[in-house]
């Protein structure tokens, strides 16, 4: 029998769709890989060709040749310099296209995958999201930084070559002034961070729970939206990624490791898409908000009925896709 | 130079990406129109396959023979024969799986397109839409109801054959909540619908509208989200779709044979979701909200960001596209 399920952080309601569910072995993905060579020449994130690219603004090296290269992306969807201006027109309301658009280049190698590369490799591209959000963030005129990864073109990118993006907006994201809303909602009502309620009830559930550390902890929600839809959590309270201490940078490298690694192994290398949600700049000491990051194979297709309820039909079932990667061996 | 754009009636804000932008013509779909033919043996929507579906609850006939038929979806999401429940479980919250999943087979025939059929077909179809959406919120456990066609893979459908689809949910999308927030506060503000007025600034301002009639106008938003984006309004406040008149039912099918026959012609049968975006079933008096149709061409794909966001990357320039439509012929 079909079931709704509503997620208490964000009042949503999904459907699970039993009638048409399937088993977690079924959302593996079919195609065969192609190969992919570790260089190409016309690959403007390749090492050698960073002419292709706006000159970067942050860089981690090693011997003398960068591991991880932070440049502004060449077709930006926002820009840094404008000024930030209003511009109301009758009741029309706009704003010059201020704010950042940058690209993480992830490694040298253009064929290899994030869970796969060595454990400082990693840390290296923590330190640099963390580094460029700190940054951003600091800009008198952002209201918001979204840290986000896609990968594979089901997740909406065309290059090969490992990156992520970073946004910074001048304004405040609707959907994300919604979901504040009903945190501060629980926060009053119950006097507690809606997320840190969320962790502590499943760890006692423990039926979702697929990775912990000291750190951190990754688990398929509740009301999980679509196949595989995971959420890792610091354990710590804390609402903006720009709180992140050394330590905690530590074990959430690990935890990004074998969460995308399960994933890769388990679901033979999905499109996914990966994103910071992260509370609004000047949140450091608010107590009812608590940064997270979400993953978001592409398994399914948003449709009409997406597009017209903001609620989503989910074929997977939570609690067997947590099953199902708990017992997926990655180390 | 990229642009913010907020809609007055959502609050949601959208990028317009000039640097990444597309010409309208450019978003004309590539791939060669597969041949179809115009019956299907194994095709459960197909005449004389009718064993295929559950049996139906209405449909329109002329000789003897369905124009028009509506059945429950086979796969459905939701289904009307439990109870309505909830169910609570420490802070878990679910639901009992009741709800309604219909389908609408638009047409006896496999291969044809909505915009394509004669004026009397497609009146029939709006006859469906409308009667099924009626009976649908007339149940005391139904709070909202989703009408929706996908057309094409891209949109989400793998079924050729032309069809709809109607969902009754017991719940309130959290989405359409926080809209209805929106416009209720710009009402308490301006003491008219949001919606109504901004009507009247397209109107005003003449730049977007594509298709007007004597009682409904349609445009490309000024803070359109993806390219082609498209709403089409009753003239006349009202803000559930189970109010339409029966002048305005003749008016509709003008107005949706019109649009969707010029994105048909213009883009080259791009696939799209389209959606009625009505009030709450009770909202038959509301003064601040306006039921509406959306039309979304599928020609971005939502990545990270647009996931991490909800705000949009729009490639297309909403009054470029307008003029675009506006100067197919289609009649």
Redesign the interface.
Known sequence: ??????N?A????V??????AKRPEDFKKKEEKKEVPPYKENCPFCPNNEHLTPKEIFQIEKDGKWQVRVVPNK?????PD?PYQRIYH????????F?FHNVIIETPSHNTYLPLLPVKDIKNIIEAYHKIFVDIASHPDIE?V?P???HGEG???SLEHPHS?I?G???F??????RME?AIRFYDREGQCVFC?MIE?EK??NLRIVYENESFIGFIP?AAFSPFHFWLFPKRHQATFGELKDKEKDDLTDAIRIVLGKIYKGLKDPDY?????SGPVDAQRIKYFHWYI?I?PRLG?????E?????Y?NTGLPEESAKFLREVEFS
């Open positions: 029998m079909p079931e709704l399920r509503q208490i964000t009042g949503e309601w459907i699970l769709a039993t009638e048409r077709f930006a969807a926002l820009i404008v009758n009741t029309f309301r706009k704003a010059t296209g704010g918001f979204i986000f990864k896609n997740a909406g990118t993006q946004i907006l001048p304004v994201p609707e959907q994300v002034r919604g009903e309620h009830m006692k559930e509740f898409n990966l994103v910071i949600r979400s978001v297709k948003a449709a009409g009925f597009l017209g309820s903001g609620m039909i």
